[in-house]
């Protein structure tokens, strides 16, 4: 994943629960219709099995469409798949470990909530991407949020990639899309009953 010349691009995050069967094919729908960089597997279960026939099953979605899928912190698990990489829950701390496991050519990701000293570090370890979010108030987690005025220093100073996750809308979209890289989108639109539709009014915002 590199930096995007002109405008943001779209990177999904898979629910943590989920149908396999019917997600994959919605999944599917999903990529057709809209160009994305890359899907991370996303799942809450830590069932050895579950993980690998998940990724087993969107991997067929994702390499069919060229697109990137890498797994959330299971990096052991994304060696013997053989999957695109792993993104990190726990800032820099496992970077340079997932590189070791992974090799240069694996994505690693880190997501760093809203601090710019973890977005600093985990680029410094070797991270393809930085992760910030949510970039709006939740009762969910710590309450901690990624302001925009992060954002905008990032996009400056940094040449690090970074994507914005968490508690979007379009308001939000709009605002952050000329600084940031791209946007990982999931908990907003799975929930819809047509998440193709979702996702198109979400994207409008920068399209």
Do not use: N
């Not at 691009?9 to 149908?19: A, S």
């Not at 998940?54 to 797994?71: P, S």
């Amino acid at each position: 994943m590199s930096k995007a010349p002109e405008q943001p691009q779209l990177y999904l995050i898979t629910p943590p629960e989920l149908e396999l069967v019917s997600f994959a094919d919605t999944l599917a729908l999903v990529l057709d219709a809209h160009e994305t960089a890359c899907v991370r597997l996303a799942l809450s279960t830590k069932d050895e099995d579950k993980l690998s026939r998940a990724a087993d099953t969107l991997r067929t979605v994702t390499d069919a469409r060229e697109v990137a899928l890498v797994i959330a912190d299971h990096t052991l698990l994304a060696e013997r798949l053989g999957l695109d990489g792993v993104h990190l829950s726990d800032a820099a701390r496992s970077v340079r470990h997932a590189r070791k496991v992974l090799g240069p050519d694996a994505i690693i990701g880190s997501f760093c909530a809203g601090s710019r000293h973890d977005g600093m570090s985990a680029g410094e370890a070797g991270a393809d991407y930085v992760a910030f979010g949510p970039v709006q108030a939740t009762a969910l987690y710590d309450g901690e949020i990624a302001e925009a005025e992060m954002f905008q220093w990032w996009s400056e100073v940094i040449e690090v990639p970074c994507v914005a996750e968490g508690q979007l809308d379009q308001a939000m979209i709009a605002r952050l899309a000329p600084m940031t890289d791209f946007f990982g989108i999931g908990d907003e639109i799975w929930g819809s009953e047509d998440p193709v539709a979702a996702l198109a009014a979400l994207w409008s915002a920068i399209s």
